[in-house]
């Protein structure tokens, strides 16, 4: 239950908890402004192994969608129905990253512990790179690039994944239900 808390504390309620704290006063400025929240391609695609993940990332997919949906609403009613957008919302999904997430957590493990450490022994992080992911900078030039596109949906590729074998893998996992599997 412990694990389940934390993970959806984290990947989802962080989020919302954010949105509700910044988002009513980027409202109230007017100014234009931007809410991007970082899900997962398991929240899309949900495949087994990591539930409490997963739900978590899905959990935080459906808020961002309904985020960007209302905030299309406020600007569609301040503007009566055209003008310049505002405010608004991405959901970023990227792909595999060399983050130091991993090492970060399996040092503060062996902390609590007193166990040795070995930053060898973590399989991959920003300063041991694995070959197939991208480096965080990919990603945020990759966002940004989107962004200026009008995605709503950033999907990041990664060095061993391509956007064509993402859509394959949502389709067949939305197809789930239209299949009825």
């Known amino acids: 239950r412990a694990a389940w ?6 990947n989802t ?28 391609k398991q929240g899309i695609t949900a495949p087994p ?22 905030l299309r609403q406020d600007d569609a009613t301040k503007a ?3 003008g310049a957008r505002t405010l608004a919302a991405a959901l970023l999904v990227p792909g595999w990253v060399n983050t130091s997430i991993l090492l970060k957590s399996k040092r503060a493990e062996a902390e609590a512990t007193g166990a ?3 930053a060898d022994e973590v399989f991959f992080h920003e300063a041991k790179p694995a070959k197939g992911a991208w480096m965080p900078d990919q990603v945020v030039d990759f ?4 962004l200026e596109a009008g995605r709503f949906y950033v999907i990041c590729p990664d060095n061993e994944v391509d956007r064509s074998t993402d859509n394959l893998r949502m389709t ?10």
């Open 80 to 82: 009566g129905g055209g």
């Open 143 to 146: 966002l940004l690039q989107e």
């Open 13 to 40: 309620w962080g989020p919302i908890h954010g949105c509700q704290a910044f988002v009513p006063a980027m409202r109230a400025s007017g100014a234009p402004g931007l809410v991007v929240n970082t899900g997962s």
């Open 5 to 10: 808390e934390k993970t959806l504390g984290v």
């Open 116 to 118: 040795a450490f070995d």
């Open 172 to 181: 067949w996992a939305m197809q789930d239900i239209t299949c009825d599997r």
């Open 49 to 70: 192994g990591n539930l409490a993940y997963n739900v978590s990332k899905a959990a935080l997919k459906t808020f961002t969608e309904g985020l960007e949906h209302e």
